[in-house]
């Protein structure tokens, strides 16, 4: 009788086993590659066999073989000439030694500009000028740096201002100039263009020799 419980148990033992192992075979087969249908490890990351990645690629789109095209040399833009009714190129410079007071002017005029009309034709800072304050000492002839002062400059280019409108528009940046930023309008020269980029003698000295040589 005991023979015949034990095979009956073992056999209900041997049935639960198979139909464990057949439902983790099902439930591996439906881990499946998301492109190709075959069964992906347990370990493998799926996200990066999925269709959205590499989304917002664009570079294997490109043809081949095709060079990138360089930027143009910065040149200078024609000078607007001055007529009866209306000035040419002007620049507005906005100049001190606190950098963010400066900045916020320069952006204020550069918006009441938009609100009256006038058109910006361009709008850029000059390099920084550093002014070493030199200090004697009281017995001797030796002098030393106290303090750099950096001075920051902005311009603001406008074009074709209406010679009516040229004296309101003055009067009411005098009456919002805060202190400590200084404020001058001059027309445009070539010049001033030239001020917008730092010199470098020693690379045009060696510019300089190239052309000697050949």
């Known amino acids: 009788m005991n023979s ?12 639960v086993l198979n139909q ?3 439902f983790l075979h099902r439930a591996t087969a439906s881990i499946q590659h998301p492109l190709y249908g075959g069964v992906a490890p347990v370990n493998e990351r ?13 570079r294997h789109l490109l043809p081949k073989g095709v060079s990138k095209k360089k930027k143009d040399k910065h040149q200078m833009k024609r000078i607007t000439a001055a007529t009866d009714t209306e000035y040419g190129t002007l620049n507005v410079k906005v100049s001190g030694y ?4 400066v900045e916020h002017y320069s952006k204020y ?5 938009n609100r009256l009309g ?3 034709a361009d709008s850029y800072a000059l390099p920084t000028k550093s002014t070493e304050v030199m200090l004697m000492q ?3 002839t030796k002098m030393y740096v106290d303090a750099v002062l950096k001075t920051h400059e902005r311009i603001v280019q406008l074009s074709n ?7 309101i528009f003055m009067e009411v940046l005098l009456r919002n100039q805060p202190e400590g930023v200084q404020l001058s309008a001059k027309e445009h020269t070539e010049a001033d263009y030239q001020a917008r980029f730092k010199a470098r003698p020693e690379l045009d000295g060696l510019i300089a020799q190239m052309k000697y040589k050949d």
């Open 20 to 22: 464990a192992a057949a």
């Open 46 to 58: 799926q996200y990066r066999t999925m269709p959205t990645h590499g989304i917002g690629r664009w």
């Open 98 to 101: 606190d950098m963010t007071m």
């Open 118 to 120: 006038i058109k910006v």
């Open 161 to 167: 201002l209406n010679a009516t409108l040229c004296p």
């Open 138 to 140: 009281v017995q001797g």
């Open 109 to 113: 005029i550069h918006n009441l500009c």
């Open 4 to 15: 015949v419980i034990r095979k009956v148990s073992f056999a209900q033992h041997s049935f």
